[in-house]
């Protein structure tokens, strides 16, 4: 398989649960990115890795966890979540910081809802 | 502080014609780079075409070209002989370049929908 995969597609869970969603690339990247989109919202950066090494957190509530184990694999452990984080959570990767024209390369998202 | 503006919520078009969706910024660093993405129903977002502020020409990319205006800081993508398949919502991003070499902050506009008619 190639570009970048994210499981699960669909995921509804209760405020009191505790999930993790999955993010794997296959380009060779360096550098990958949760984002985080709401309806009619700007995509909101979440989280940046470069080189397994987390280098952005875009002020964003502890109740998300990120885990970069390799530059492949990108996770984002979830837990006590509130309605309003029902969102479309797309993971990205790219060549990394000092690429230029390197485009971030996007997954399918995963659609989470809170209930 | 960057930003993007996309002005346009919904634009329609019909099948063949030329369209053009506008995209200003604003950003106080010398080098950067911008981005057009679509995203279809289905949620993925898919790369379309990059300028680079220092690029000369203006980027094409098949029927997809960027109108590249930099003193009034203005990318607007140009869709040339639209298909139904166009039809997605479509981002303009930003990403800050300088101090010898990129950064990874893409930011994104609000978007626009496009529709193309038969």
């Known amino acids: 398989e190639t570009g970048v995969t994210q499981t699960p597609r669909h995921l509804v869970m209760g405020m009191t649960n505790k999930k993790s969603l999955k993010c794997e690339q296959h380009?060779?990247?360096?550098?990958m990115y949760w984002y985080k989109q709401s309806a009619k919202k700007p995509l909101e950066l979440m989280f940046v890795?470069?080189?397994?090494?987390?280098?952005e957190n875009n002020s964003v509530p502890s109740r998300f966890s990120p885990e970069c184990p390799n530059s492949s694999h990108l996770f984002l452990h979830l837990h006590t979540l509130q309605p309003e984080d029902s969102a479309l959570y797309l993971c990205a990767s790219s060549q990394g910081p000092g690429e230029r024209n390197s485009p971030l390369h996007f997954g399918n998202g995963t659609r989470l809802t809170v209930t | 502080a960057q930003k993007i503006t996309q002005t346009q919520p919904g634009m329609f078009v019909q099948e063949k014609e030329a369209v053009t969706l506008d995209c200003t910024y604003d950003t106080s660093d010398p080098s950067y780079g911008l981005f057009w993405y679509k995203q279809p129903s289905s949620g993925e977002m898919i790369f379309l075409i990059y300028?680079?502020?220092?690029?000369?020409q203006n980027a094409t990319e098949g029927r997809y070209s960027l109108n590249f205006q930099k003193a009034r800081k203005s990318a607007n993508l140009v869709i040339s002989a639209s298909q139904l398949g166009d039809s997605a919502m479509y981002f303009c991003a930003m990403r800050e370049e300088s101090y010898g070499g990129a950064t990874n902050k893409l930011i994104f506009g609000t978007g626009t929908l496009l529709a193309v008619q038969p």
């Open positions: 890795y470069n080189f397994k090494e987390q280098t």
């Open positions: 380009l060779g990247h360096n550098a």
């Open positions: 300028q680079g502020s220092y690029d000369q």
